[in-house]
């Protein structure tokens, strides 16, 4: 009777039912109502936020080019506010305007000068700058320059700053260029700023483009009421010159709106012809898309907007193409949760016609048995629920610990939905790593029935590893046997991987993943006890090796392309040694570019040298920086144990040692550790010490050595050298003192005590009546590329009292041949100060004839070696011959250094040489010694220098 009643139940069921087919019709048209109401939500949100994004754009291109006109304007009423502003005003105030604005290429006054002012302008402006003329462009606008035409008037580049960079410009005539002349005109006629259109910049090798914004310049503080009077009153422009991709460039880049590749950015301006071209495009404008795009209803978007710049009409274009299926993710998932839920719906309607009689009737059975087990237990499951923690309870009776009850939390932590792990055994989240010791003894207090805590590794759903606290309690009935397990989880995972990084950040560098100091010194412990032994004697055990590697030259990676361009080397040295050592061997980064190796199983110094060269020729391959290829030395220095120590520090200090030797010695090079470098190591850090005390202890003394005039044989200046007077050494000469002084930077100190106390003695001779004595004072290489020398200098000249022309700086030729402009700036400097400049040494370094020109230098100082070599052979006559006609014919006067015979005075004094100083005249001496050969005045040579 059950099975036929089963049967007959069955039949209504079959076939598709009127209430599944219209649940399906109906969810099918809701899915199309709502994919099209998604789309067109989507399309109108998509031009929202690309309207947004453009108008960003717009707005902060649109500012710059405001600020640029700002800038011009301020330029210009730094002229109303007075009408004799000097070229170091002008600097003082334009530098840090083109400071502050990085797409400023220059701030240039424009002077009118008429056809009759021309002469007398350019012989001025050459009295600063040699060979200056008034120049303009090459037919045709190209960015080349040639002396300029006679006309009856020219718009001359007359302040520029900053000069670097933009040196072409100082003295071009802008009203030779049609272009910018009717820029001038127009600016003039209207008394307000005008921008030029697009023109090749000057600056560059003319391969970049720009505008120049012209403010003209009256006399007077007011402008002039009407045209007419304004070009009356005019006598010239400030312009703002400007890199158009620089400043849209930069100014995008910096906010971070260049990141978005889909956006393409195009600025148009005119031409020089009227035309509007393109200024500046950054990305690729979208093209048209093909049928998926079409089917998808997809179409780039375009926002265009024109804006004016002081008179200009310019215009922004931004394209963005819409990014496949980007815009149409949730009508895609409305359209597949649409087809989901209808078939899902019309087969549940289906199921129910089929089963709702049987379901209604098991849930009248069952209603009332619920109610009476869910009363008891709501209250007890809904404490569980609100856990932060994932609670378990575990069926204690069969096999596999089943687990009965999940709360919320289980899914945030393991990512199981808590009625998925129901039924399920507890070894689930455990994982295939069930052979830890932490689990086996969880396993044992579940068969013993009994509390237990461990520290156990589980894993969630995605198979991501967890470290876990887990509490497991047993759970009674009332006659006493356990039924249950309730197992209680605490997620640890953040403080323990936390603590694991603090571990490893104690042992290893961060930079380059290599062992650091304190992982160094427990491996080459390590390595010791480990060495294998024919016998108990340390000597008859196998070698330790200790070698400190350091890159030659790595300093200049930092000082040229910047610390990280210095950090991608270390790694990539890091890398390149760590695969060249065996397993066995350890590599250490022990600071800055110090490497460190520990080297095992090599038996004799021919083995462990092989094994370096290996590490050496890795290192020495080419690195590929950016568009810079470069390639390091290093030297390396090899201490052993026990040999050279028997533990780590010991044997690390050593190899440092050895290290030093290797620089010492040339650089690139290995050397093994010998005793006698301890002994040579320790005296060089006594001196180093004894020279960082000197200063404060007062040891530094000057001596004086006088400069005599060879054509009335009177003294005319002296040149101050420093003396070290040791408590315990006696007299230091500079020679063994002034390499470690530039080595530690202690150079610097040192020279500005010299500068100081030289100036103040020269100024109280001065004040004694010894007439305008000049003082020379050598700079050092690190001195001169201070940023505060020009300060430091002016400073000491206004705390002394000493006129700038009675101080003498000399330069050595090495330290300007290495960032010649630079120099050449800094020199310039000095000489708008007014102090003497002289070259040191001339002849021994980097000399350049093209250069030397270009130096604003008073006196060659000739070498002591030409002076000893001119008698004795007829080619060091002709050079000293040359040198002396050479700085003669550049308008310099000429000093011979180290003049110790008669024979040698006489012959410079028929060569035409100006002035010498040697010991023919007088050695270097102390202030009282010197002061009386000044009082003398006039001084006789020695016939002998002995």
Same mark, same amino acid.
């Given at each position: 009777?059950?099975?036929?009643?089963?049967?007959?139940?069955?039949?209504?069921?079959?076939?598709?039912?009127?209430?599944?087919?219209?649940?399906?019709?109906?969810?099918?048209?809701?899915?199309?109502?709502?994919? #099209?109401?998604?789309?067109?939500?989507?399309?109108?949100?998509?031009?929202?936020?690309?309207?947004?994004?453009? #108008?960003?754009?717009?707005?902060?291109?649109?500012?710059?080019?405001?600020?640029?006109?700002?800038?011009?304007?301020?330029?210009?009423?730094?002229?109303?506010?007075?009408?004799?502003?000097?070229?170091?005003?002008?600097?003082?105030?334009?530098?840090?305007?083109?400071?502050?604005?990085?797409?400023?290429?220059?701030?240039?006054? %424009?002077?009118?000068?008429?056809?009759?002012?021309?002469?007398?302008?350019?012989?001025?402006?050459?009295?600063?700058?040699?060979?200056?003329?008034?120049?303009?462009?090459?037919?045709?606008?190209?960015?080349?320059?040639?002396?300029?035409?006679?006309?009856?008037?020219?718009?001359?580049?007359?302040?520029?700053?900053?000069?670097?960079?933009?040196?072409?410009?100082?003295?071009?005539?802008?009203?030779?260029?049609?272009?910018?002349?009717?820029?001038?005109?127009?600016?003039?006629?209207?008394?307000?700023?005008?921008?030029?259109?697009?023109?090749?910049?000057?600056?560059?090798?003319?391969?970049?483009?720009?505008?120049?914004?012209?403010?003209?310049?009256?006399?007077?503080?007011?402008?002039?009421?009407?045209?007419?009077?304004?070009?009356?009153?005019?006598?010239?422009?400030?312009?703002?010159?400007?890199?158009?991709?620089?400043?849209?460039?930069?100014?995008?880049?910096?906010?971070?709106?260049?990141?978005?590749?889909?956006?393409?950015?195009?600025?148009?301006?005119?031409?020089? =012809?009227?035309?509007?071209?393109?200024?500046?495009?950054?990305?690729?404008?979208?093209?048209?898309?093909?049928?998926?795009?079409?089917?998808?209803?997809?179409?780039?978007?375009?926002?265009?907007?024109?804006?004016?710049?002081?008179?200009?009409?310019?215009?922004?274009?931004?394209?963005?193409?819409?990014?496949?299926?980007?815009?149409?993710?949730?009508?895609?998932?409305?359209?597949?949760?649409?087809?989901?839920?209808?078939?899902?719906?019309?087969?549940?309607?289906? %199921?129910?016609?089929?089963?709702?009689?049987?379901?209604?009737?098991?849930?009248?059975?069952?209603?009332?048995?619920?109610?009476?087990?869910?009363?008891?237990?709501?209250?007890?499951?809904? =404490?569980?629920?609100?856990?932060?923690?994932?609670?378990?309870?575990?069926?204690?009776?069969?096999?596999?610990?089943?687990?009965?009850?999940?709360?919320?939390?289980?899914?945030?932590?393991?990512?199981?939905?808590?009625?998925?792990?129901?039924?399920?055994?507890?070894?689930?989240?455990?994982?295939?790593?069930?052979?830890?010791?932490?689990?086996?003894?969880?396993?044992?207090?579940?068969?013993?029935?009994?509390?237990?805590?461990?520290?156990?590794?589980?894993?969630?759903?995605?198979?991501?590893?967890?470290?876990?606290?887990?509490?497991?309690?047993?759970?009674?009935?009332?006659?006493?046997?356990?039924?249950?397990?309730?197992?209680?989880?605490?997620?640890?995972?953040?403080?323990?991987?936390?603590?694991?990084?603090?571990?490893?950040?104690?042992?290893?560098?961060?930079?380059?993943?290599?062992?650091?100091?304190?992982?160094?010194?427990?491996?080459?412990?390590?390595?010791?006890?480990?060495?294998?032994?024919?016998?108990?004697?340390?000597?008859?055990?196998?070698?330790?090796?200790?070698?400190?590697?350091?890159?030659?030259?790595?300093?200049?990676?930092?000082?040229?392309?910047?610390?990280?361009?210095?950090?991608?080397?270390?790694?990539?040295?890091?890398?390149?040694?760590?695969?060249?050592?065996?397993?066995?061997?350890?590599?250490?980064?022990?600071?800055?570019?110090?490497?460190?190796?520990?080297?095992?199983?090599?038996?004799?110094?021919?083995?462990?040298?092989?094994?370096?060269?290996?590490?050496?020729?890795?290192?020495?391959?080419?690195?590929?920086?950016?568009?810079?290829?470069?390639?390091?030395?290093?030297?390396?220095?090899?201490?052993?144990?026990?040999?050279?120590?028997?533990?780590?520090?010991?044997?690390?200090?050593?190899?440092?040692?050895?290290?030093?030797?290797?620089?010492?010695?040339?650089?690139?090079?290995?050397?093994?550790?010998?005793?006698?470098?301890?002994?040579?190591?320790?005296?060089?850090?006594?001196?180093?010490?004894?020279?960082?005390?000197?200063?404060?202890?007062? %040891?530094?003394?000057?001596?004086?050595?006088?400069?005599?005039?060879?054509?009335?044989?009177?003294?005319?200046?002296?040149?101050?050298?420093?003396?070290?007077?040791?408590? %315990?050494?006696?007299?230091?000469?500079?020679?063994?003192?002034?390499?470690?002084?530039?080595?530690?930077?202690?150079?610097?100190?040192?020279?500005?005590?010299?500068?100081?106390?030289?100036?103040?003695?020269?100024?109280?001779?001065?004040?004694?009546?010894?007439?305008?004595?000049?003082?020379?004072?050598?700079?050092?290489?690190?001195?001169?590329?201070?940023?505060?020398?020009?300060?430091?200098?002016?400073?000491?000249?206004?705390?002394?009292?000493?006129?700038?022309?009675?101080?003498?700086?000399?330069?050595?030729?090495?330290?300007?041949?290495?960032?010649?402009?630079?120099?050449?700036?800094?020199?310039?400097?000095?000489?708008?100060?007014?102090?003497?400049?002289?070259?040191?040494?001339?002849?021994?370094?980097?000399?350049?004839?093209?250069?030397?020109?270009?130096?604003?230098?008073?006196?060659?100082?000739?070498?002591?070696?030409?002076?000893?070599?001119?008698? =004795?052979? =007829?080619?060091?006559?002709?050079?000293?011959?040359?040198?002396?006609?050479?700085?003669?014919?550049?308008?310099?006067?000429?000093?011979?250094?180290?003049?110790?015979?008669?024979?040698?005075?006489?012959?410079?004094?028929?060569?035409?040489?100006?002035?010498?100083?040697?010991?023919?005249?007088?050695?270097?001496?102390?202030?009282?010694?010197?002061?009386?050969?000044?009082?003398?005045?006039?001084?006789?040579?020695?016939?002998?220098?002995?």
């Amino acid at each position: 009777m059950r099975n036929a009643y089963d049967k007959g139940s069955a039949l209504p069921g079959r076939g598709l039912s009127r209430a599944a087919v219209a649940t399906c019709v109906l969810g099918l048209t809701l899915t199309g109502a709502l994919c #099209g109401g998604v789309r067109m939500l989507e399309s109108r949100r998509a031009e929202a936020e690309f309207a947004q994004r453009a #108008g960003v754009r717009v707005a902060a291109v649109t500012r710059a080019f405001a600020e640029a006109v700002d800038a011009a304007r301020a330029a210009s009423l730094l002229f109303r506010a007075s009408h004799r502003i000097t070229r170091d005003e002008f600097d003082a105030f334009a530098l840090p305007l083109v400071a502050n604005h990085g797409y400023l290429k220059a701030i240039v006054f %424009q002077r009118f000068v008429s056809a009759a002012e021309r002469p007398a302008f350019e012989a001025e402006r050459r009295v600063f700058w040699p060979d200056f003329h008034i120049r303009e462009r090459a037919p045709g606008g190209a960015a080349t320059l040639v002396r300029a035409g006679e006309r009856p008037r020219y718009l001359v580049n007359d302040y520029v700053a900053p000069i670097l960079g933009n040196a072409i410009v100082f003295g071009t005539d802008a009203w030779a260029y049609p272009a910018l002349r009717r820029v001038s005109q127009n600016a003039i006629d209207a008394g307000e700023p005008v921008a030029s259109p697009l023109v090749t910049l000057l600056q560059g090798g003319g391969g970049r483009r720009g505008i120049l914004i012209t403010v003209p310049v009256y006399r007077g503080s007011e402008r002039p009421a009407d045209v007419l009077a304004r070009r009356a009153a005019v006598v010239g422009h400030v312009e703002v010159v400007i890199d158009v991709a620089l400043l849209v460039g930069g100014t995008l880049h910096a906010v971070r709106l260049l990141d978005d590749a889909a956006v393409a950015l195009s600025l148009l301006g005119p031409d020089t =012809a009227g035309q509007m071209v393109t200024a500046y495009r950054h990305g690729s404008v979208p093209g048209p898309g093909g049928w998926a795009s079409r089917l998808r209803g997809d179409k780039p978007l375009r926002h265009s907007e024109s804006f004016e710049i002081a008179g200009s009409n310019w215009q922004v274009v931004i394209d963005e193409q819409p990014r496949a299926f980007g815009r149409h993710t949730a009508e895609l998932v409305a359209l597949a949760l649409g087809l989901v839920l209808s078939v899902t719906a019309a087969t549940l309607v289906q %199921q129910r016609v089929a089963r709702t009689r049987r379901i209604e009737a098991l849930v009248r059975q069952r209603t009332a048995a619920l109610e009476r087990a869910t009363g008891s237990l709501r209250v007890y499951e809904r =404490a569980m629920a609100s856990s932060a923690n994932p609670i378990l309870l575990v069926d204690a009776g069969a096999p596999g610990y089943p687990i009965g009850y999940a709360n919320p939390a289980c899914e945030r932590t393991f990512g199981y939905p808590p009625h998925e792990l129901g039924g399920q055994p507890l070894a689930l989240l455990v994982g295939a790593d069930s052979d830890q010791p932490a689990v086996h003894g969880l396993c044992a207090s579940l068969r013993q029935q009994r509390e237990e805590h461990a520290l156990v590794t589980l894993h969630a759903r995605d198979g991501a590893e967890l470290i876990t606290d887990v509490y497991i309690a047993p759970v009674r009935r009332a006659d006493g046997k356990v039924s249950h397990f309730v197992v209680t989880v605490y997620d640890v995972t953040t403080a323990k991987r936390y603590e694991a990084e603090l571990a490893r950040h104690a042992h290893y560098d961060t930079l380059t993943g290599l062992a650091n100091r304190a992982l160094l010194t427990d491996r080459i412990e390590r390595a010791i006890a480990a060495a294998p032994a024919s016998s108990a004697a340390p000597a008859d055990r196998a070698p330790v090796w200790v070698v400190l590697l350091d890159v030659d030259h790595f300093k200049l990676i930092n000082d040229t392309l910047g610390r990280r361009a210095g950090d991608d080397v270390l790694r990539l040295l890091a890398t390149r040694i760590r695969r060249t050592l065996r397993p066995l061997d350890t590599a250490a980064r022990v600071g800055g570019d110090d490497f460190v190796l520990v080297l095992c199983d090599c038996g004799d110094e021919r083995q462990v040298a092989t094994r370096i060269q290996q590490v050496r020729d890795v290192v020495a391959e080419p690195l590929q920086l950016g568009e810079q290829q470069v390639v390091f030395g290093c030297s390396a220095g090899v201490a052993a144990w026990p040999a050279d120590g028997a533990d780590a520090d010991t044997l690390v200090k050593h190899a440092e040692i050895a290290m030093y030797r290797a620089k010492s010695d040339g650089r690139n090079a290995v050397q093994f550790y010998a005793p006698h470098m301890n002994a040579q190591a320790f005296d060089r850090l006594a001196l180093e010490s004894a020279l960082r005390h000197a200063l404060h202890e007062q %040891q530094f003394t000057l001596h004086f050595q006088p400069q005599v005039d060879l054509a009335t044989c009177r003294v005319v200046g002296t040149e101050a050298l420093i003396r070290w007077r040791h408590p %315990q050494l006696g007299t230091i000469e500079p020679e063994r003192f002034i390499g470690l002084a530039e080595e530690t930077g202690l150079i610097v100190p040192i020279g500005a005590w010299v500068l100081q106390t030289a100036c103040r003695q020269n100024r109280h001779w001065q004040r004694g009546g010894l007439g305008p004595l000049r003082i020379a004072v050598n700079l050092s290489a690190r001195q001169f590329a201070e940023p505060d020398l020009m300060a430091g200098v002016e400073r000491v000249l206004r705390e002394t009292g000493l006129p700038p022309g009675s101080l003498e700086i000399e330069l050595t030729e090495s330290m300007m041949m290495g960032d010649i402009e630079s120099a050449i700036h800094t020199m310039h400097c000095f000489k708008r100060m007014g102090v003497t400049l002289s070259i040191d040494d001339f002849g021994t370094g980097y000399s350049s004839l093209q250069y030397l020109k270009r130096l604003p230098v008073d006196v060659l100082k000739i070498d002591r070696s030409f002076v000893q070599d001119m008698l =004795a052979s =007829a080619d060091g006559a002709a050079l000293v011959d040359a040198i002396i006609s050479l700085a003669h014919g550049l308008r310099m006067h000429v000093i011979a250094e180290g003049v110790e015979t008669i024979e040698q005075l006489d012959f410079l004094r028929g060569a035409g040489c100006d002035q010498v100083q040697g010991h023919v005249y007088s050695r270097p001496q102390t202030v009282e010694r010197i002061e009386a050969l000044l009082r003398a005045g006039h001084i006789e040579p020695h016939a002998s220098a002995a």
